[in-house]
């Protein structure tokens, strides 16, 4: 029966950086279960980050971008010999495991979960998505783009929902451009740039070099090493080769 297993050694190509994106699966029916605030509830966005922390302690990436119920995961050492398989597998499961424990372990979310009778296990899914330099900032300069219009297109809709009914603001908006979204908001008193960047623009979670200041007993001085932490970037300015330069995530 191992013959049969043909997907087992389809392998990412060798030497490509590779993205893997996990996206949360029926997350538009969990929000109303959990409850959550709209456009955005910031308990819901810890949550996510904190799962991304718990990854990039697991995993060591390069990076991590997130925004809505998406997870964008930069590899330069690829895991598990690079079976695609392997990756998709545990990474999807690894995020629904983390995600399942942190609402669990929340106060506002636990409560909502004890008096729930219907409440389905949290599942994600999982894709690779091989590239090379150029294309990697292309993609996350996409992916922003794409966390611009949500943030465009989730306001307009809960606005409007003040004024219509779901199907009626759903029609309203069908084909708006982004200018007339912007004029929709500005003229019932909504600046959308004055929405927190995180809305806007997502989160990243990357490694950051801090010094730690200790003492060596041997020479008996005090002396200042660097470490790499993690780091959530709450405040991210638009993606472009720059950033990515002067965060070490690439090199020229």
């Known amino acids: 029966m191992k013959d049969s297993e043909i997907y087992s050694n389809l392998r990412v190509p060798q030497g490509s950086r590779i993205i893997v994106r996990v996206d949360g699966r029926s997350f538009s029916k969990l929000a109303p ?3 959550l605030e709209k456009p955005y509830d910031l308990d819901f966005v810890r949550i996510l ?4 922390r718990d990854f990039f302690t697991e995993f060591s990436p ?3 971008y997130t925004f ?3 997870v964008n995961i930069l590899l330069d050492e690829v895991p598990f010999s690079g079976r695609v398989e392997k990756l998709n597998s545990v990474f999807a499961s690894f995020f629904a495991g983390s995600f399942t424990r942190e609402i669990c372990q929340s106060d506002r979310f636990s409560r909502i979960l004890e008096k729930s009778e219907d409440f389905k296990p949290i599942s994600f899914d999982s894709r690779v998505i091989p590239l090379d330099t ?3 900032i292309e993609y996350f300069k996409e992916r922003q783009d794409e966390a611009w219009r949500n943030c465009l297109n989730g306001y307009s ?3 409007l929902l003040e004024e219509y009914g779901k199907k009626e603001a759903a029609l309203f908006l069908k084909g708006k451009k982004k200018q007339e979204l912007h004029d929709l908001l500005f003229g ?3 600046n959308i740039m004055d929405a927190p960047l995180w809305q806007r623009r997502g989160v990243a979670i990357y490694r950051e070099k801090v010094s730690v200041e200790g003492y060596n007993p041997v ?3 005090n002396v200042v090493s660097h470490r790499w932490k993690p780091h959530v970037d709450w405040d991210l300015p638009l993606f472009n080769r720059e950033f990515f330069l002067s965060k070490d995530i690439i090199t020229e």
């Open 134 to 136: 150029d294309g990697m």
């Open 157 to 159: 809709y809960w606005t």
């Open 49 to 52: 980050v904190s799962c991304c």
């Open 33 to 35: 279960r959990l409850e």
């Open 68 to 70: 809505s119920d998406e």
């Open 219 to 221: 020479k008996q001085e």
């Open 188 to 190: 019932r008193n909504i």
């Open 62 to 64: 390069s990076f991590i």
